[in-house]
Antibody, heavy 111, light 110 residues
Framework: QIQLVQSGPELKKPGESLKISCKASGYTFTDYAMQWVKQAPGKGLQYMGW????????TYADDFKERFVFSLETSASTAYLQINNLKNEDTATYFC????WGQGTLVTVSS | DIVLTQSPVLAVSLGQRATMSCRASQSVSISSINLMHWYQQKPGQQPKLLIYRASNLASGIPARFSGSGSGTDFTLIIDPVQADDIAAYYC?????????FGAGTKLELK
């Protein structure tokens, strides 16, 4: 069956960086684009952008153009979200999704 | 950006029909293809795709869920509502990047 399995929770300090992984199985990885979605605590879903899994070309929503990087390791059917120079407001659960959704990765940024 | 507007809360009795709306600030349809999708999210869980392209039931989703609409106005119906359906429901458009979400409708029991 189709599954997206994300890496575990992260606790980071402001200014640090992190990289979240999203490993896909049960389908051909390059058949579907991958989107990334942020959900702050108690809030709704915020679209971050998507990455073309055939070309590796990322597209970012305006709020996520500065410190966020989408990447792929196609041979491992894995997508990545890197967040640089973490800020308190990055505290959220981050999801990867193709239609099916990963379980989410909780990122907590606190000094 | 396309703004999607959903009512924040809908209160419904078990066994009754729940009708949720999602209004877009501009058309999300191309020819006859309506690029609106619906997700269900229960507390502490990831969202789940319910309906894609306005009216197509996703795999494994019960037939009591249905979707309709075109252009700027879309509807998700749950009939009849069961206890397991208490959740937040989000619409998302894929007509134009960024593929925005609505703020969600929280389905509550009356």
């Amino acid at each position: 069956q189709i599954q997206l399995v994300q890496s575990g929770p992260e606790l980071k300090k402001p200014g640090e960086s992190l990289k979240i992984s999203c490993k896909a199985s049960g389908y051909t990885f390059t058949d579907y684009a991958m989107q990334w979605v942020k959900q702050a605590p108690g809030k709704g879903l915020q679209y971050m952008g998507w990455i073309n899994t055939q070309t590796g070309k990322p597209t970012y929503a305006d709020d996520f153009k500065e410190r966020f990087v989408f990447s792929l390791e196609t041979s491992a059917s894995t997508a990545y979200l890197q967040i640089n120079n973490l800020k308190n407001e990055d505290t959220a659960t981050y999801f990867c999704a193709t239609g099916y959704w990963g379980q989410g990765t909780l990122v907590t940024v606190s000094s | 950006d396309i703004v999607l507007t959903q009512s924040p809360v809908l209160a419904v009795s078990l066994g009754q029909r729940a009708t949720m709306s999602c209004r877009a600030s501009q058309s999300v349809s191309i020819s006859s293809i309506n690029l609106m999708h619906w997700y269900q999210q229960k507390p502490g869980q990831q969202p789940k795709l319910l309906i894609y392209r306005a009216s197509n039931l996703a795999s494994g989703i019960p037939a009591r869920f249905s979707g309709s609409g075109s252009g700027t106005d879309f509807t998700l119906i749950i009939d009849p509502v069961q206890a397991d359906d208490i959740a937040a429901y989000y619409c998302q458009q894929s007509r134009e990047s960024p593929y925005t979400f609505g703020a969600g409708t929280k389905l509550e029991l009356k």
